[in-house]
């Protein structure tokens, strides 16, 4: 009878645990079971993810959605986008309302407590964005001391400006959409963003430029797919679509192709 006890109460804590945790790895079997994938992003960020006019609809385009796709069609099964504000992107895996996500997400010691990252697929840098006719008067990170400083809120790049750029306010949006209107508008003096993304908003606004010095590594430059702690199998197959993709020169195709379609405000 005792050791009956003991083996009831050692799987209800069990049972209670892995209920708790609602962490448990996301599997190629499951995925094609319920026939679909659901991925977590955002819909700001070109050239990765971003909204544009399709046939008169509001798409999801950019690069991270072509990865998506290309996962999706390797496991035989259909993609859902569910997007949301970058800041809830990888709760939203975590809380398995997204079996993955790909967001032009930095793979940093932090969140590898938590999640489980696939190989890397892109290198990022991160730059300044200053209003062009105040690019000689930013020249350093000291001399944006008591100016403000923007970054997207749960990014990489709050801790990035906060420690590079420790004399400046720096505050946290989460559009950065946003963030460049506030820049135009000088609410804002100055805005850190990843180069690819920076570039993108400085080809379609004049009045803005990079600034003229540089900031530095700090190791979390590479992206990579997310998804919940224990999904071996499936980070596998994941793995095997982004090797295709870099080998093949396609990831670097769909980042050109972004190019080519207009964000939609
Ligand atoms: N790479 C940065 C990070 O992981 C910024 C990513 C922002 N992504 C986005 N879709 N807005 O924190």
Do not use: H
Not at 184 to 189: D, H, P, T, Y
Not at 229 to 244: F, M, P, R, T, Y
């Amino acid at each position: 009878m005792k050791k009956f006890c003991f083996i009831l109460t050692a799987l209800v804590v069990t049972c209670f645990l892995v209920a708790c945790s609602g962490s448990q790895g996301v599997s190629p079997k499951t995925i094609k079971e319920k026939k679909k994938i659901v991925v977590a992003t955002e819909s700001e960020f070109a050239p990765f993810e971003f909204k544009s006019l399709v046939n008169g609809k509001d798409t999801l385009v950019g690069a991270d959605i072509e990865l998506a796709k290309a996962i999706g069609e390797k496991l035989g099964v259909k993609v859902e986008f569910s997007w949301c504000p970058f800041d809830n992107v990888l709760a939203n895996v975590q809380s398995g309302k997204a079996d993955i996500a790909i967001a032009g997400i930095s793979v940093t010691d932090e969140r590898k407590k938590v999640y489980d990252f696939s190989d890397s697929y892109y290198t990022s840098e991160n730059v300044v964005i200053v209003k062009k006719d105040k690019v000689n008067d930013y020249t350093s990170t000291d001399s944006l001391a008591k100016q403000t400083v923007g970054t997207q809120k749960g990014s990489v790049q709050e801790t990035v400006a906060k420690k590079q750029i420790p004399k400046a306010s720096v505050v946290s949006l989460t559009s950065n959409g946003e963030m460049i209107n506030e820049l135009k508008s000088g609410q804002l003096q100055a805005v850190v963003l990843e180069k690819a993304i920076a570039e993108g908003y400085i080809a379609q606004n004049d009045d803005l430029t990079l600034a003229n010095f540089n900031l530095k590594s700090d190791g979390t430059d590479a992206y990579a797919v997310a998804t919940r702690k224990g999904s071996d199998d499936l980070l596998k197959e994941i793995n095997a679509v982004i090797k295709e993709t870099k080998d093949s020169g396609k990831f670097d195709q769909w980042l050109k192709e972004a190019s080519t379609y207009k964000q939609s405000k």
